[in-house]
């Protein structure tokens, strides 16, 4: 009845002054007759006078009615009617007039019948007469003088609370409210709705009354357990009511209070009573109930209140009963969310992939029997990408990917993703939802309960879940658990980002300290053929001086003598210094080589020569050749006497890889498609080329030969030579296979010739006069060498590494020219073109592609201002197609 123990003290409660002045403006309380109040205190007094009571009692003719009537109706076993109060004190007792004396005094406190509370007001009042009953017996057990105190003080202990239900019923019916919504003590519930509590408004009431001391400590300090608080003059008797009250809460049932509370309670207010002698006490109390309660018009068989009080109880604990059923079930509820949460754990924890990740969310989400359908995704704001997963009860899952634009809104260009349109529409709202704080965001979207997210890097994302009717209700606690879910989602994604970060930054580390390691390499190579290159142009030099005048005296002794032998043994001398001299020569040209002398070049022609030179040594070797040549092959603007040196090591190569089986060598030639450049193919059946071996084959002094065959500087003086026409050389061969060389020329080299540079007039800002060059590439060394190449020529360039990054550069700023590849990740460079040409159809294009097919080269030509070049592409001819574009002449 009372709930839980009370976190305050009831002496120690602190009330408003307003209550106090409310308690004495009250007009309606009744008032006690003075007269019954003298009586009262004179009838406690040890050494009473029976008749100076009675006169007492006599002063106050109304007082002495009721009195007499409430005897007579008690006592109605006597033969004569009793008629006065000295008749009624010397035939049923001191204790008996007491009591009719009180029941006169209180009889108005008990409510109207009419009123809905008097069933409540008539069990306190029962409650109160047991406690007196207790308490008087205790008394005699205890401590005989205080049995008559000890009756009165349990009487009227709560007569604080017989106020509050007659004077405020709307007060009362919220205290009880509060107190079982909440399961608070009477107590704290009546200082949450009046300010103050039954005991101070008791105490008041019986100050204001003029009733003796005692009285007042039994109303004020009845809920107090501590002995300590208790004055020391009135302990015992207070000890007395305190547990009366208790033990007739005990017998009626109906004082519901924790374990804590009675162990603390029985242990400070221990009366040195067993409980066989507790026991005896309930016993008689109950037999002598029905005697007194006459004396205040209640219910004489105490069984009868007792039922009334069990109905009550009954129906409480049917309540209760509802109550804890949905309680239960709210339980089940949270078990189930935390099995998924743990399921979740337990299955995200070794993964670090993100699709595995979202993958097996999607399974644990599925079979979660309250969900019907859900998704859960994340949003890279570096990327622009959102990535996640939908799922449904029947564990079917579909994967979601798009890219954002440039205002944050899904752009979904993949039409095979099949999103149904409901869905988009509440994934274009979640910048709504989001929360820039780094905290979780609760809403409701079509019947969806999602869950926003941002961690401190910015990473966003939503769960959405869509769930079964029966769990459409959400507590708080709910939400919190679901927010759990969220929190291990994101946390899983979250480690994933730093685990591909942390591998990234690994493969980085790894690649630098490569480049590194390669260039290092390089830069001795370099210094190395740098030397050698400058020592053997020095020797060169030297040698051929002295090497000149034995060549001379050679050719004279061979001239003057006579004898054959010595003339043949002068004549290889001077083969041996032909063959020292182009040595030499080779050594000077790769020091420093020969601009090529252009002029109109037809490639037949010199490859016909080179043959012709060498058909004498084909034949020794059982070499055939066989010629494929294009019937229209354009001239060329070319050097043919560097061109008829390239052919003739490439013929030589192929006659020494064929010299031990023989075969047939094709030479072949033929246009490029646009008929912009010539290509003359050479492919032996000889032994072949390890890969090894191929790598470095146009490696100054690398050879393959047997020594006497080679000196390892003809292909790589070759390799010059056609690099200096703005030509490119190829070498395709395996072991057993044969080798192939294809040499691409173009037909007018001074095509490719960079143009001059413009001397454009410069303003005050430098920068702005400039070429400002975009450049699109996810390869990180094409976009190095274009920003180097370009920036050499004077221009200002900015690169991106993706199509993404590049159109929210072209948004936001100004370029004379863009560079753009078409294979790139998040958004390919036709993609790019597509969407930057509504807003500008003017810009210049080159698309610089290695993998497009043709179809897609067209469609980027189709975009209007746009050339094409496939990679590998030549530096030179790229800055012409550059300066053409720029109109820079």
């Given at each position: 009845m009372h709930g839980k123990n009370p976190s305050i003290s009831p002496s120690k409660v602190v009330y408003g002054q307003g209550m106090r002045s409310l308690i004495k403006r009250i007009d309606d309380l009744p008032v006690i007759p003075p007269v019954a109040i003298q009586a009262l205190t004179q009838s406690m007094n040890d050494d009473i006078d029976l008749n100076a009571l009675g006169k007492i009692i006599e002063s106050d003719p109304v007082l002495t009615a009721r009195v007499l009537r409430l005897v007579n109706n008690v006592q109605a076993g006597f033969r004569e009617r009793i008629t006065s109060t000295k008749q009624a004190i010397a035939l049923a007792g001191l204790s008996q007039v007491r009591c009719a004396l009180l029941g006169v005094m209180f009889s108005d406190y008990l409510a109207d019948p009419t009123s809905d509370l008097y069933l409540q007001s008539r069990q306190l009042w029962s409650h109160s007469l047991l406690s007196a009953l207790i308490a008087e017996a205790i008394s005699q057990k205890i401590r005989p003088s205080l049995k008559e105190k000890a009756f009165v003080g349990a009487l009227l202990h709560d007569i604080g609370k017989m106020v509050i239900i007659d004077i405020f019923p709307e007060s009362h019916q919220k205290i009880e409210d509060l107190r079982q919504k909440q399961n608070l003590h009477i107590l704290e519930a009546e200082q949450a709705v009046l300010d103050t509590n039954h005991c101070i408004i008791g105490k008041l009431l019986a100050a204001q009354w003029g009733l003796p001391q005692y009285i007042v400590d039994s109303i004020w300090l009845h809920h107090q357990l501590d002995p300590e608080d208790i004055p020391v003059d009135s302990r015992e008797l207070q000890k007395i009511i305190i547990k009366s009250n208790e033990l007739a809460h005990e017998i009626f049932c109906d004082y519901q209070i924790s374990c804590d509370f009675l162990t603390q309670g029985q242990s400070r207010l221990n009366l040195g009573l067993e409980n066989k002698d507790l026991d005896a006490v309930k016993e008689e109390v109950t037999r002598n109930f029905s005697r007194m309660a006459e004396f205040f018009d209640l219910e004489s068989d105490l069984n009868s209140t007792f039922l009334q009080t069990v109905k009550q109880a009954n129906k409480k604990l049917s309540a209760l009963s509802l109550e804890l059923d949905q309680k239960n079930k709210q339980l089940e509820k949270y078990h189930e969310i935390l099995n998924l949460n743990q399921d979740l754990s337990l299955r995200l924890t070794p993964l670090f992939d993100k699709q595995a990740i979202l993958g097996e969310a999607a399974k644990a989400l599925s079979r979660f029997d309250p969900v019907r359908t859900g998704f859960f995704y994340v949003i890279d704001p570096n990327t622009r990408e959102l990535e996640g997963v939908v799922w449904k009860d029947d564990g079917r899952a579909r994967k979601l990917l798009c890219f954002l634009d440039r205002n944050g809104i899904p752009v979904w260009e993949h039409v095979d993703q099949k999103i149904p349109e409901n869905l988009k529409k509440i994934l274009s709202k979640y910048q709504d939802r989001s929360s820039s704080t780094?905290?979780?965001?609760?809403?409701?979207?079509?019947?969806?309960?999602?869950?926003?997210?941002?961690?401190?890097?910015?990473?966003?994302?939503?769960?959405?879940?869509?769930?079964?009717?029966?769990?459409?209700?959400?507590?708080?606690?709910?939400?919190?658990?679901?927010?759990?879910?969220?929190?291990?989602?994101?946390?899983?994604?979250?480690?994933?980002?730093?685990?591909?970060?942390?591998?990234?930054?690994?493969?980085?580390?790894?690649?630098?300290?490569?480049?590194?390691?390669?260039?290092?390499?390089?830069?001795?190579?370099?210094?190395?053929?740098?030397?050698?290159?400058?020592?053997?142009?020095?020797?060169?030099?030297?040698?051929?001086?002295?090497?000149?005048?034995?060549?001379?005296?050679?050719?004279?002794?061979?001239?003057?003598?006579?004898?054959?032998?010595?003339?043949?043994?002068?004549?290889?001398?001077?083969?041996?210094?032909?063959?020292?001299?182009?040595?030499?020569?080779?050594?000077?040209?790769?020091?420093?080589?020969?601009?090529?002398?252009?002029?109109?070049?037809?490639?037949?022609?010199?490859?016909?020569?080179?043959?012709?030179?060498?058909?004498?040594?084909?034949?020794?070797?059982?070499?055939?050749?066989?010629?494929?040549?294009?019937?229209?092959?354009?001239?060329?603007?070319?050097?043919?006497?560097?061109?008829?040196?390239?052919?003739?090591?490439?013929?030589?190569?192929?006659?020494?890889?064929?010299?031990?089986?023989?075969?047939?060598?094709?030479?072949?030639?033929?246009?490029?498609?646009?008929?912009?450049?010539?290509?003359?193919?050479?492919?032996?059946?000889?032994?072949?080329?390890?890969?090894?071996?191929?790598?470095?084959?146009?490696?100054?002094?690398?050879?393959?030969?047997?020594?006497?065959?080679?000196?390892?500087?003809?292909?790589?003086?070759?390799?010059?030579?056609?690099?200096?026409?703005?030509?490119?050389?190829?070498?395709?061969?395996?072991?057993?296979?044969?080798?192939?060389?294809?040499?691409?020329?173009?037909?007018?080299?001074?095509?490719?010739?960079?143009?001059?540079?413009?001397?454009?007039?410069?303003?005050?800002?430098?920068?702005?006069?400039?070429?400002?060059?975009?450049?699109?590439?996810?390869?990180?060394?094409?976009?190095?060498i274009l920003k180097e190449t370009l920036e050499n020529e004077n221009m200002i360039v900015d690169t991106a590494d993706n199509g993404e990054k590049g159109l929210d550069k072209l948004y936001n700023h100004y370029y004379d020219l863009l560079l753009l590849d078409i294979k790139m990740p998040l958004r390919d460079g036709l993609s790019l073109l597509r969407e930057f040409r509504k807003i500008n159809e003017h810009l210049p294009v080159i698309v610089i592609t290695g993998m497009a097919t043709h179809e897609e080269m067209q469609e980027a030509l189709e975009q209007g201002n746009c050339r094409c070049m496939r990679k590998p592409f030549h530096i030179k001819t790229l800055l012409t197609y550059i300066y053409d574009s720029l109109n820079i002449n």
């Amino acid at each position: 009845m009372h709930g839980k123990n009370p976190s305050i003290s009831p002496s120690k409660v602190v009330y408003g002054q307003g209550m106090r002045s409310l308690i004495k403006r009250i007009d309606d309380l009744p008032v006690i007759p003075p007269v019954a109040i003298q009586a009262l205190t004179q009838s406690m007094n040890d050494d009473i006078d029976l008749n100076a009571l009675g006169k007492i009692i006599e002063s106050d003719p109304v007082l002495t009615a009721r009195v007499l009537r409430l005897v007579n109706n008690v006592q109605a076993g006597f033969r004569e009617r009793i008629t006065s109060t000295k008749q009624a004190i010397a035939l049923a007792g001191l204790s008996q007039v007491r009591c009719a004396l009180l029941g006169v005094m209180f009889s108005d406190y008990l409510a109207d019948p009419t009123s809905d509370l008097y069933l409540q007001s008539r069990q306190l009042w029962s409650h109160s007469l047991l406690s007196a009953l207790i308490a008087e017996a205790i008394s005699q057990k205890i401590r005989p003088s205080l049995k008559e105190k000890a009756f009165v003080g349990a009487l009227l202990h709560d007569i604080g609370k017989m106020v509050i239900i007659d004077i405020f019923p709307e007060s009362h019916q919220k205290i009880e409210d509060l107190r079982q919504k909440q399961n608070l003590h009477i107590l704290e519930a009546e200082q949450a709705v009046l300010d103050t509590n039954h005991c101070i408004i008791g105490k008041l009431l019986a100050a204001q009354w003029g009733l003796p001391q005692y009285i007042v400590d039994s109303i004020w300090l009845h809920h107090q357990l501590d002995p300590e608080d208790i004055p020391v003059d009135s302990r015992e008797l207070q000890k007395i009511i305190i547990k009366s009250n208790e033990l007739a809460h005990e017998i009626f049932c109906d004082y519901q209070i924790s374990c804590d509370f009675l162990t603390q309670g029985q242990s400070r207010l221990n009366l040195g009573l067993e409980n066989k002698d507790l026991d005896a006490v309930k016993e008689e109390v109950t037999r002598n109930f029905s005697r007194m309660a006459e004396f205040f018009d209640l219910e004489s068989d105490l069984n009868s209140t007792f039922l009334q009080t069990v109905k009550q109880a009954n129906k409480k604990l049917s309540a209760l009963s509802l109550e804890l059923d949905q309680k239960n079930k709210q339980l089940e509820k949270y078990h189930e969310i935390l099995n998924l949460n743990q399921d979740l754990s337990l299955r995200l924890t070794p993964l670090f992939d993100k699709q595995a990740i979202l993958g097996e969310a999607a399974k644990a989400l599925s079979r979660f029997d309250p969900v019907r359908t859900g998704f859960f995704y994340v949003i890279d704001p570096n990327t622009r990408e959102l990535e996640g997963v939908v799922w449904k009860d029947d564990g079917r899952a579909r994967k979601l990917l798009c890219f954002l634009d440039r205002n944050g809104i899904p752009v979904w260009e993949h039409v095979d993703q099949k999103i149904p349109e409901n869905l988009k529409k509440i994934l274009s709202k979640y910048q709504d939802r989001s929360s820039s704080t780094g905290t979780c965001n609760y809403g409701i979207h079509s019947m969806f309960h999602i869950y926003s997210f941002q961690n401190q890097d910015k990473m966003s994302g939503e769960l959405g879940i869509l769930l079964k009717p029966e769990w459409h209700y959400f507590q708080e606690q709910e939400r919190k658990l679901f927010f759990q879910t969220t929190r291990i989602l994101s946390a899983s994604l979250e480690k994933s980002r730093l685990y591909d970060n942390l591998d990234k930054t690994t493969e980085e580390l790894t690649q630098t300290l490569w480049k590194n390691r390669k260039l290092t390499l390089q830069h001795m190579q370099t210094e190395r053929l740098a030397a050698v290159g400058l020592l053997a142009a020095g020797a060169a030099h030297e040698i051929n001086n002295p090497l000149a005048i034995i060549s001379a005296r050679a050719q004279l002794l061979q001239l003057k003598e006579k004898d054959e032998k010595k003339q043949k043994e002068l004549s290889l001398i001077s083969e041996q210094i032909d063959r020292i001299s182009k040595i030499l020569a080779n050594l000077i040209d790769f020091a420093k080589p020969t601009p090529p002398d252009l002029i109109e070049t037809h490639v037949h022609k010199i490859i016909d020569k080179v043959l012709e030179l060498l058909s004498s040594e084909f034949k020794r070797y059982d070499i055939k050749v066989k010629r494929n040549h294009a019937p229209d092959l354009k001239a060329i603007m070319a050097d043919p006497g560097q061109l008829e040196q390239v052919f003739l090591n490439m013929l030589i190569n192929a006659q020494h890889a064929m010299e031990k089986e023989g075969g047939t060598i094709t030479v072949g030639t033929e246009h490029s498609k646009d008929c912009s450049s010539v290509i003359i193919s050479i492919h032996d059946e000889g032994e072949g080329i390890s890969s090894e071996d191929l790598n470095k084959i146009f490696d100054p002094f690398y050879t393959t030969k047997e020594e006497g065959k080679g000196t390892g500087l003809g292909l790589s003086t070759s390799y010059g030579i056609i690099n200096n026409h703005f030509g490119r050389i190829y070498m395709h061969s395996e072991p057993g296979k044969g080798t192939r060389v294809e040499i691409v020329l173009p037909v007018d080299i001074d095509q490719l010739k960079p143009a001059p540079k413009a001397q454009r007039p410069l303003s005050a800002n430098d920068d702005q006069a400039l070429p400002r060059i975009m450049v699109v590439d996810d390869e990180e060394h094409i976009r190095d060498i274009l920003k180097e190449t370009l920036e050499n020529e004077n221009m200002i360039v900015d690169t991106a590494d993706n199509g993404e990054k590049g159109l929210d550069k072209l948004y936001n700023h100004y370029y004379d020219l863009l560079l753009l590849d078409i294979k790139m990740p998040l958004r390919d460079g036709l993609s790019l073109l597509r969407e930057f040409r509504k807003i500008n159809e003017h810009l210049p294009v080159i698309v610089i592609t290695g993998m497009a097919t043709h179809e897609e080269m067209q469609e980027a030509l189709e975009q209007g201002n746009c050339r094409c070049m496939r990679k590998p592409f030549h530096i030179k001819t790229l800055l012409t197609y550059i300066y053409d574009s720029l109109n820079i002449n």
